[in-house]
């Protein structure tokens, strides 16, 4: 290996030997994931292969970045000596974040972006299909979901949920702090039932996956900030409200002295939002 093989920003500790063999490893430039029950077909790896095991002349197949861009996704380290363990809390015990159902999320759009949309006008080449900021939120979980084509909010069931009966294409107002959001059902093959609400399509505002990852967690934080409620508004039609962004100011407009409040929109950070394929 080579020493750049030996350092991994965000992994554990810098240290690739402490990287599990089953770990999966994800490139911050492009989000590409390297799975080592997969291998890499375009460097003809076998699966089993763990990333510390690849071959020195390996890089992203994606974006042909370096090895050392890569950070670690899941899975644990291999062991080490406890004396070079930091000494932490122990977290509370709670459901465990559905990793499975998140991962076959944004299996089921890599496989549309490969099968259906590539070459398509409504596709931002720069981007990918990546996951973003998922936490519980009450019984269940709550998300971004960002794809070349659109970002949606993703609501996942919890437990002791039975969505199994949604109509895809439904639409449902769901409250938070900052207001009422319209969500659409949706039940995948492969991926089951969930819901979501489309902030950007098309994603042509996005100049990289970090601009578009980013704006996703910041709306997450915003959907919890009740100062930017606005009261008696049932925040649905966010495509509506984009469009009355861009129409021209009425007359009058209002004098210098009077304050203009600014619509949730824009202080969310959010874009058009056509209808997406949820």
Not at 80 to 85: C, D, I, K, Q, V
Not at 160 to 179: C, N
Request: overall charge negative; proline content about 9%; some cysteine.
């Amino acid at each position: 290996m080579t020493a750049a093989a030996s350092r991994f920003e965000g992994s554990y500790l810098g240290d690739a030997t402490r990287i599990g063999a089953a770990t999966r490893m994800e490139c911050k430039i492009c989000w590409h994931v390297y799975n080592p029950a997969e291998g890499c077909e375009h460097w003809q790896v076998p699966p089993g292969t763990g990333f510390a095991a690849l071959p020195d002349h390996w890089r992203c197949p994606v974006c042909d970045g370096a090895r050392d861009q890569f950070m670690a996704l899941d899975g644990e380290p291999v062991a080490m000596e406890t004396s070079a363990l930091p000494v932490v809390a122990t977290p509370a015990t709670g459901p465990a974040l559905p990793t499975e159902t998140i991962a076959r999320l944004e299996a089921a759009f890599r496989e549309i972006h490969t099968a259906q949309m590539r070459g398509l006008p409504i596709v931002n080449d720069a981007l990918s299909v990546k996951a973003v900021g998922f936490r519980r939120h009450g019984e269940r979980w709550l998300g971004a979901l960002v794809t070349p084509w659109f970002l949606n909010i993703i609501l996942l069931p919890g437990d002791g949920d039975d969505w199994s009966g949604l109509v895809p294409g439904a639409k449902e107002l769901i409250e938070f702090p900052s207001g009422r959001y319209e969500f659409v059902h949706a039940n995948r093959k492969g991926v089951g039932a969930y819901k979501a609400c489309s902030l950007f399509s098309p994603m042509f505002e996005f100049a990289s996956m970090l601009q578009a990852t980013e704006t996703a967690s910041a709306a997450l934080v915003s959907l919890f900030d009740p100062s930017i409620r606005e009261d008696g508004a049932q925040t649905a039609e966010i495509r509506r409200r984009r469009e009355e962004e861009l129409a021209p100011p009425p007359e009058p407009a209002p004098a210098p002295n009077e304050p203009v409040r600014p619509s949730r929109r824009a202080l969310l950070g959010m874009g058009s939002a056509e209808a997406a394929d949820a």
